[in-house]
Each structure stands twice: as structure tokens, then as C-alpha cells.
């Protein structure tokens, strides 16, 4: 999900992808403010005349004392002013200090009059540890003192002339906490640095620190920002400028990119490829119109005595399929980073009668059928560790929390104790519900899952049952008289404004919010009134203004998944009957807006981002067999990303990559959509959509634990970076990567695309993302879990939501992440005549259909062996994973015997046989370490040993990637270490697991060979 800004007295969009003239598909949108990506940004005060967040954080600020008040200003228009009093000022909520590696605090003041002690603010633990902005005379001092203090200590300190009175002066600290330096900035200009210091702003901070802003001051306020990123001076001075020009947030044309990632000469020996002595051109043929699918990897000849691997190409990426319009014969010349090598593809182009996509052949387990085992050695795997954290949180939860809203937009009263969540499910915000639908599918995965205990289990069955109960009373509200012969709108396409209000609007407050649920229309189930829905139809954009809104089908799709969930495992069908009667709510409205107006509304920047609503629609109708929930999916085609243009021109469909520079989650789920749609309607343009955009996302977006999203241009860390294959040169981004909902969607996709095509990269790249990105999101005592995951050297994980009250898209996907952990270990084939075997996770396997179980016993990654057990018989195929990565052999034994079979890395090996009760099967593929380049910058690059991403353990931030020295033709002689713990050192540096990684890391390093 994304990101929340506002500017309440400018109006602007502008484009996600401005900086890019060849950006295809802008979005529109207001996302960046000043330059800045909204994902840098923790909270915004603009107080001109209350004191809200105007961030999608909604941090909201409270005014103690009562000797304020807002005053007309020539500058500003409007601003706070304070009355020189220690007893009023602004206190922000502690939040806004959770999980912070950097500062970066900046305002507008105007001093009346200098008064003693007055301050700009001061965050702290208490009055012996804290940062402050002293601003003028104190007792002993004349001046501003920016200051750091811990028990009393000065850590760090810049002092500076005092600011004039009667005038406005813009003042921004910065501190870096990488870099160890802390800036103070007057008027966009850098006034004085403090530099290498030695802080830790937990400790600083502490658990719940105190924030004040204009404690003593005689003056005037405005536009107060905190931000989780050092902004640079450039940065600074374009907020500066901006605010004084009114043309904030305007971005016009590319800027340099605002930050200090190393940079490297070009001469720099990028891994195995200053061992080249030539690299083969290729030929590929395609189809009149689509773009071809160009290898990524290929032949290369090295140096003697040098066993290189295939070789990284980076190809142009036409933006549209001009290059393929006619048949012949064309050639694209790629790079080889850091050689002079141009690989050549000859591509040619050729008509076809018809096209093949294929079926789906593989069907899932049922969770129930999968239980996670504890390991050969009789520890828990790190799989039950975290759906333990998970399950053990979720079973006490208080149903009434994830209900709160929806009897508040139904204006029902509140059961004794019910408390609302916090954080996107508050009263105001406009994206509340979104939590609920998540919680829905988790406790149905937690029924399903928790088979191995009742208790726990009939705890899950209770809930599910109150959940759906109220949701179903409430839903069937809607549309109807609230008392006998009362008014009502039963036709969900005729829900008036409502009652005294002008128009359509998103006032959730307790006083503007609107309950008369009987004008609804029939089936309508929200946690807000449906004027969201309504007003996204009008054009209505993101942002927090009553006139704006939030993402109203992103949250629908929570909530519709959520019923459907609950109804597949348990087969309540009063969720299923929720979930019609929201289709249909749906289907009455999208079926009259015309398509363009549709187009334009799934290109509305986070407004538009209706997560899988494409998916769940076809998901109902193949439930309940109605071919108008089908229909109604189709309408939520991102016709611009799928077919290029309404035309359908090109689009992914062609293989045209049209989401660079995208917000990643907005359209991973979409993706996943399109899939779920080939598989009723059988249009084959819905798979090309899907296999097209995998291969597209895994091989030029993603980052080696596993993540696709971390642009520093376009500047956002939730966007795809604008150009295809340039990870080093646009991602990377300071306010982290990976945003973590993200992976969760592209595992979903993946092991959907499994199904059809059993390609064996496919499990490959679930096995990276499950080990090295989700299973690592959690942490180490708590289900508290990951947004971003940042990677740049020396950072740090943060996790939050550890008591499930307050969640952001991500702490929303982490329920259900945990709660399914087992489900793509085994997959059958529809005949159930054949098993796969994925991946190597203790487990047992209960195979219904045909009387079988299969036990799996192994530590594995702690080993590199895993032993199959099968119980029952009967012939089938067993059809076994071989790594990508298992370059050091593939050893199968059925009953203790080694079995002649040439296993070749990255494929699956079938067995076929009829099996006897008893009969096991033991699979050895030998570790090997392997590097994991940015395909851009292949030194700086990732160390694997086997699935598992091993970290460098960091005790500070750093500026500088680690740099490591490795053999060339054995990466692992220099490594010492201990296999069976995966804990190995070079040069003295330990490496653990990422997902044992808790404290700073390294996860990419500056790999040198010799
Ligand atoms: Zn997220």
C-alpha cells in the first residue's frame, strides 16, 4: 500500500514517472513532496488551523495549555502563534519515534520576542536524555543550540547565532545516523555540522519518549516535518524554496538522485566478468507483435584456469513492440557491466496460426493436509517458530477490535471493552477494514492450521464465527428500511449524498461520518459509507481532505478474500453470502461506468490501487458458478499495464514492460488477478500478462532476499525503479526497499504460475523469498513484523505490530504469511496421480485422496539432506525439487539405495514407481556458496550458502559496503565456519542467516575475486 500526503491549500499532481520522458505509464498523484518520496516522510504539521498529520501516518498533534491560537499571516496565510508559555505547546504522539535510523526534523518559526528556554522542540526520554533545538537565550547561553544529550552527557551539540525576531527563518536538524553527524540548517543553508559522534537514538529516545515542539516560545509556527531520512542540503533548500515560491512539491524535471550511495569507477571488476574473454551472441525467435523474451543469462567464455557462471545481459527495453510490428529479422546489441562486451540477439519475428498457453495442471493441498513438524533433532524449525508467534498473538485478540469500525460506519453501538485498532484502521482514516479482511483469512488459516491442537482451534472456530455473524447482520442492513415502511435505496447505484451534505465525501469523524446504511443500496459491507466508491467514480484522487480519499477496492478486496476464506476452509455460508451481496453492490456499479472513465480510475495513483479485487471476483464466480462476478473481474483490467493502450496496442500482454517505475504492490496483486481470470475465462492474454510480468519482476526488479520494490528514482521506495535492470543506479533507495506485502504477493503469484507451467525457476525463487524475506520479517520474541526491509550497509530491521493492534499492508499480509507457512511444500496433479515435492521443510503430508501420507524428516538448511517416508502405497509419480543452486550434486536413495539418476540444477526429477507402505526416499544436494549479484553492479553482491542469504553481522551503520575478498574458483575456501549452525566468518566478520538477523547487517557486500 502506500503513502499519504497533503497539501491542504495547494492542489498539484504530478507524476510518479515525471523524471522519466520515456516513462510510459505515469500515475496520477501527489506522493512526493518537494522532491521527497512520502515514504521518507514520518509526519506533517502544516497547523494552519488544527494540529493533524497531514502524512498517511496520522500521527495527529496535541495543543496543551490554551495560550494559542491560529492567526492570519502575509506569508503563510494562516499559522499557529504561542504565547511564551512553558505550560502550552505540541505534544506528538511517541510513534512518531518508532523504528527511525535517521532524523531529520524541519519548520517554519517566527519569534515574537526572544524569550528564555523557549524551544523549537525536544524529543527525548526525559529531562537527562534528549534532543532539542534550545532557541534562543538561556540562562547561560546566547544563541541556538541544537543538542543531543544522554544522562546529562552533551553527545553532540552546534551552536549558531540566534535567530532574528519579527522574521521567518526556516530551520531543518539532520541527523545521519550512518554518517554518525547531526547538521543544522538555517534558510536552506548548512550553519554547522557536528560530526563523529557516537549515538544510538534507542537510546536517546528510549520506549516512550516525549515530544514537545514550542515549549516557552513567543511566536509563530508553521509547517513542521519529520522525516526518517538525513535529507540532504539540496533537499533543504528546494523545501525552503518551495514554500516561499508556493509551488511546493512541484517536480518538473529529473533531478540528480538525492543521496550517497558509493559510487564506482567504471573500470571496476565487476565479479566474473573481468575474467571474460567473450561472450556468445543468441537467436530468439518470436511472434509478429510481441516483444521477445531475451535470455538474461548467457555463454560466456573466461579466462583459463576460470569456471564463470552464465553471464548477466542487460538489454535495451523498448517501451513499446515497434521493433516486432512485421516478420523478419532484427538485432538487439545488450552490455555486459563493467566489460566492453555487446552480446548480440538476432531475433526473429514470425506469424503463428495459433498460440499455446497451457492449463492448469497442479492443484494445491488444503492446509489442513500440511503440518509443519518440528526437526529431525526435535527443535522447532524456524517455520513453527514464527507460526507460533503469530498463532499464540491471534488467538487472543479481541474480534471486537477488527468489528469497531464496521458497526461505527453502520452506527451500531459498541459491545463492552470493544477498542478501535490504531494506525490504518483508525476513525479518520480513510483506508479502515483493510486489517479486518486480513484477520479473516488468517484466523480461517489458523482453524485450518492448528489441527495439532483443539483448544487453539475451537478458540479460531469462535472467532470466525463472531466475525462473520456481525458482519453478516450488518450487511444485511444495508438497502433496507431501517424500520418497518422507513425510506430506503435498495439499488446500489442510486445511494443519494447524504442527508444536510452537499455532495459525496470521505468525513469518517465521529460527527461527519454519515450511518444511514438503509440508502446503501442492497448487499453493501464496508468499514466506511459508500461515498469513497462513489467519489473514486467522479475522479476523485488519494489524499486526506473530505474530498478526497484512500484506496476504497484495495480494502473491499481484504475484506471479500477474508470471507471467502472463511468459507472455503470452514464453509460458513453466511461469508459467502456476505461476499455475493458485496459482488453484486459492485457489479451494479462498475457495470455502468464507462470505460475510460475506468481506465483512468486504475491509473489514479494509490486511489485507484484496488489490490486483487480483479482475483476475488473470479474467485466468486467460480464459487457460486456466476458468470457475472467474472464479468464483474473484467472490469478491473489495468487495461494500460496489460494491453499498452485501450487499443491493446502492446502492454505486458506483447511482453512490453509497462509498470517500470510503478508502486509495486499497487500492481503485483493485479498481476495475480489476471492469472486467476485465465484460469475461467481462458483468454490467453490474461497468462501471457502474468508469465510475462514474473519474468520481467524477478529478473530485472529484484533484490537478492527476494523483494521487487526500493526506487530511489522515481524517488519512492514502494515503486519499481523507472528502468528495468538498473537496481544499483535507481533503487536502493535511503528510506528502505522490500516492501514486505509485496513479496508476500509475488510468492502468491508465483506458486499460482507453478500450477500451469512447472518451471522449476518458479520454486526457485519461492524458496528465496520465503527463507530470505518472509520467514526474516518477523521478530526474534514477538510477531511484530517488517514493512520496508532496508539493505543498504550496516541497517537494521524494524518491526512493529507486535500486540496486532495496529496495522499497516504489511503487518496485514504478516498475519497471513505466518498462518500459511506449510502450503506450497507439496502440490498434486489434478488426477492425483502425481506428487511435487518443493520444498525441504519438516512436514507430513496427509494425501487423502489416495490414502497416502508422506512424512518429511530433516533439519535442512541446517543439513543438506531430507528423508521422505511414504505410509500407504500405490503407484504415482514423485516428483522432486532440484535446486537452482544445487551445483554440487543431486544424490537420490529409494530405501538406502542410490539411484542412477542425472539430476541437473534448477529442474525436478520424477520418480515414478509404485510405492510400498514404508518406502523412503532420501535426497542429499550438497551446499555450495554463491553470490548473488545487482545485475547492474555485479560486485556489489549477496553470499548464499545453499537457499540461505547469509548477512554480515554489523555491530554500527556504515556508509561503505563491506568489502569481502573471495577465491574465483572456490568462494568457499577463504570461509570458515560452522555448517550445521550456518554461521560462518571472513576476515572476522560473522555471517548469520538473514532470517536469524536481528541486529544491524550487511546483506549485500563488495565482492572482490582473486
Ligand atoms: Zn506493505
Known amino acids: 500500500m502506500n503513502a499519504f500526503k497533503f497539501s491542504p491549500y495547494l492542489v498539484f499532481y504530478f507524476l510518479c514517472a515525471i523524471f522519466y520522458s520515456t516513462q510510459l505509464h505515469a500515475q496520477n498523484g501527489d506522493q512526493i513532496l518537494d522532491g521527497i518520496g512520502e515514504t521518507g516522510l514520518i509526519a506533517r504539521y502544516v497547523l494552519d488551523d488544527n494540529i493533524k498529520d497531514w502524512s498517511r501516518n496520522n500521527l495527529h498533534g496535541t495543543l496543551k495549555g490554551s495560550e494559542y491560537s491560529f492567526v492570519e499571516d502575509p506569508v503563510f496565510d494562516k499559522v499557529l502563534n504561542l504565547k511564551a508559555t512553558s505550560l502550552t505547546y505540541i505534544t506528538l504522539p511517541a510513534a512518531v519515534l518508532n523504528d527511525i535510523e535517521s532524523l531529520s526534523i524541519s519548520g517554519w518559526i517566527y519569534l515574537n520576542s526572544e524569550v528564555q528556554n523557549a524551544e523549537f522542540f525536544n524529543f527525548g526520554k526525559d529531562t537527562t536524555t534528549q534532543f532539542f533545538v534550545a532557541l534562543s537565550e538561556t540562562k547561560n547561553e546566547n544563541g541556538l543550540v541544537t543538542r543531543l544529550t544522554k544522562n546529562s552527557k552533551v553527545i553532540a551539540e552546534t551552536k549558531i547565532e540566534a535567530l532574528p525576531v519579527k522574521k521567518w527563518q526556516h530551520i531543518t536538524v539532520v541527523i545521519d545516523f550512518p554518517a554518525q553527524t547531526m547538521h543544522t540548517y538555517i534558510n536552506g543553508e548548512l550553519a554547522k555540522t557536528a560530526g563523529d559522534l557516537k549515538f544510538n537514538l534507542d537510546e536517546i529516545f528510549g520506549e516512550n519518549p516525549k515530544i514537545t515542539i514550542g515549549k516557552s516560545l513567543d511566536g509563530k509556527l508553521h509547517d513542521f516535518r519529520i522525516y526518517r531520512i538525513p535529507l540532504s542540503e539540496n533537499q533543504i533548500n528546494t523545501i525552503y524554496n518551495n514554500s516561499l515560491k508556493g509551488e511546493e512539491g512541484v517536480v518538473n524535471e529529473r533531478k540528480e538522485l538525492e543521496d550517497d550511495l558509493p559510487q564506482f569507477p567504471k573500470d571496476t571488476p565487476q565479479l566474473y566478468n573481468q575474467f571474460l574473454t567473450g561472450v556468445f551472441d543468441v537467436t530468439v525467435t518470436t511472434l509478429v507483435g510481441q516483444l521477445p523474451r531475451l535470455p538474461r543469462y548467457v555463454n560466456g567464455a573466461y579466462k583459463k584456469g576460470i569456471n564463470g557462471p552464465q553471464v548477466r545481459v542487460l538489454w535495451p527495453a523498448p517501451t513499446d513492440n515497434a521493433s516486432v510490428l512485421k516478420t523478419g529479422t532484427y538485432e538487439v546489441t545488450g552490455n555486459v557491466p563493467g566489460t566492453s562486451f555487446k552480446p548480440k540477439a538476432t531475433v526473429t519475428v514470425t506469424t503463428a496460426s495459433t498460440q499455446n498457453t497451457p492449463e492448469r495442471k497442479l492443484e494445491t493441498f488444503d492446509l489442513s493436509a500440511v503440518s509443519l513438524n518440528a526437526d529431525s533433532k526435535g527443535h522447532s524449525s524456524k517455520f513453527i517458530e514464527n507460526r507460533d508467534k503469530f498463532i499464540n498473538t491471534l488467538v487472543d485478540t479481541n474480534p471486537d477490535a477488527f468489528l469497531y469500525m464496521f458497526r461505527n460506519a453502520f452506527g451500531q453501538p459498541q459491545p463492552e471493552g470493544a477498542e478501535p485498532l490504531g494506525v490504518w484502521d483508525s476513525q479518520e482514516t480513510k483506508l479502515r477494514g483493510h486489517a479486518t479482511g486480513h484477520y479473516l483469512t ?155 472513465t475506468l481506465i483512468s480510475m486504475w491509473n489514479t495513483y494509490i486511489a485507484g490501487e484496488f489490490g486483487g479485487m480483479n482475483e476475488a471476483m473470479a474467485r466468486l464466480s467460480r464459487i457460486t458458478n456466476e458468470p457475472r462476478f467474472l464479468e464483474t473481474a473484467k472490469l478491473f483490467d489495468n487495461i494500460d499495464m496489460f494491453y499498452g493502450d485501450a487499443q491493446h496496442s502492446h502492454g505486458l500482454a506483447k511482453n512490453v514492460d509497462t509498470f517500470r517505475g510503478l508502486h509495486a504492490n499497487q500492481h503485483i496483486p493485479q498481476i495475480v488477478g489476471a492469472l486467476e481470470m485465465y484460469r475461467d475465462s481462458n483468454a490467453p492474454e490474461y497468462f501471457k500478462v502474468a508469465d510475462n510480468f514474473w519474468y520481467k519482476t524477478k529478473n530485472d526488479y529484484m533484490y537478492s532476499i527476494g523483494g521487487v520494490a526500493g526506487a530511489r528514482n522515481p524517488a519512492n521506495a514502494e515503486c519499481f525503479v523507472s528502468q528495468p535492470a538498473t537496481l544499483y543506479e535507481n533503487g536502493l533507495s535511503s528510506g528502505g526497499q522490500n516492501e514486505t506485502c509485496g513479496t508476500y504477493n509475488m510468492l502468491k503469484l508465483t506458486r499460482n504460475l507453478f500450477l500451469y507451467d512447472q518451471r ?78 518443493n520444498l525441504y521443510i ?9 490414502n ?147 541486529g544491524r547487517h550487511s546483506v549485500y557486500l563488495d565482492v572482490a575475486l582473486e
Not at 483443539?454 to 428500511?481: C, H, W
Not at 512493529?800 to 496495522?807: I, L, R, V, W
Not at 519438516?842 to 489416495?850: G, I
Request: charged share 20%; with cysteine; aromatic share 12%.
Open 852 to 998: 497416502i501420507t508422506i512424512k518429511q524428516v530433516t533439519t535442512f538448511p541446517k543439513e543438506d539432506h531430507t528423508l521422505l517416508t511414504v505410509n500407504g502405497k500405490g503407484k504415482f509419480d514423485l516428483n522432486v525439487r532440484v535446486p537452482g543452486w544445487a551445483t554440487g550434486g543431486f544424490i537420490v536413495k529409494i530405501n538406502g539405495k542410490i539411484q542412477k539418476i542425472k539430476a541437473m540444477p534448477g529442474t525436478y526429477i520424477s520418480i515414478n514407481r509404485t510405492w510400498k507402505n514404508g518406502d523412503t526416499v532420501e535426497l542429499t544436494m550438497p551446499f555450495q556458496f554463491h553470490l548473488d549479484p545487482v545485475m547492474d553492479q555485479q560486485n556489489i553482491a549477496s553470499l548464499f550458502y545453499g537457499p540461505v542469504l547469509l548477512a554480515a553481522q554489523e555491530d554500527a551503520p556504515r556508509k561503505d559496503w563491506r568489502k569481502i575478498v573471495l577465491k574465483a574458483n572456490n568462494l568457499g575456501e577463504t570461509i570458515l565456519g560452522n555448517p550445521e549452525h550456518l554461521e560462518f566468518t571472513i576476515d572476522g566478520v560473522n555471517f548469520k542467516p538473514f532470517y536469524e538477523t536481528y
Open 760 to 837: 522449476p525457476e518458479y520454486m526457485d525463487y519461492y524458496e528465496q523469498g520465503l527463507y530470505n524475506q518472509i520467514l526474516a520479517s518477523v521478530a526474534e520474541d514477538s510477531p511484530a513484523n517488517t514493512y520496508h526491509i532496508p539493505l543498504r550497509p550496516g541497517s537494521q530491521k524494524h518491526f512493529g505490530n507486535a500486540d496486532m493492534k495496529g496495522f499497516t499492508c504489511c503487518n496485514g499480509t504478516a498475519l497471513e504469511s505466518s498462518t500459511k507457512l506449510q502450503n506450497s511444500i507439496y502440490f498434486k496433479n489434478e488426477s492425483n496421480t502425481a506428487l511435487y515435492v
Open 442 to 596: 488468517a484466523i480461517a488459516q489458523a482453524y485450518a492450521s492448528t489441527s495439532y491442537n483443539v483448544t487453539l482451534q475451537k478458540a479460531f472456530a469462535e472467532k470466525i464465527d463472531y466475525m462473520v455473524n456481525t458482519l453478516y447482520e450488518l450487511s444485511q442492513r444495508s438497502g433496507k428500511p431501517k424500520t418497518a415502511g422507513g425510506s430506503f435505496v435498495s439499488e446500489p447505484t442510486a445511494v443519494p449524498v447524504a442527508a444536510g451534505k452537499t455532495g459525496y465525501d470521505s468525513d469518517l469523524s465521529e460527527a461527519g461520518i454519515r450511518n444511514d446504511y438503509w440508502n446503501w443500496g442492497i448487499g453493501f459491507i464496508s468499514a466506511y459509507p459508500p461515498d469513497q466508491f462513489i467519489m473514486l467514480e467522479h475522479g476523485a484522487k488519494y489524499g486526506t481532505e473530505n474530498t478526497k480519499i484512500w484506496a476504497p477496492y484495495y480494502t473491499l478486496h481484504k475484506i471479500l478474500a477474508g470471507l471467502m476464506d472463511v468459507y472455503e476452509v470452514t464453509g460458513n455460508e453466511k461469508a459467502l453470502e456476505i461476499a455475493k451481496g458485496m459482488g453484486d453492490w459492485v457489479h451494479a456499479r462498475l457495470g455502468q461506468v464507462p470505460t475510460e
Open 842 to 850: 519438516p512436514s507430513t503430508l496427509d494425501w487423502k485422496e489416495r
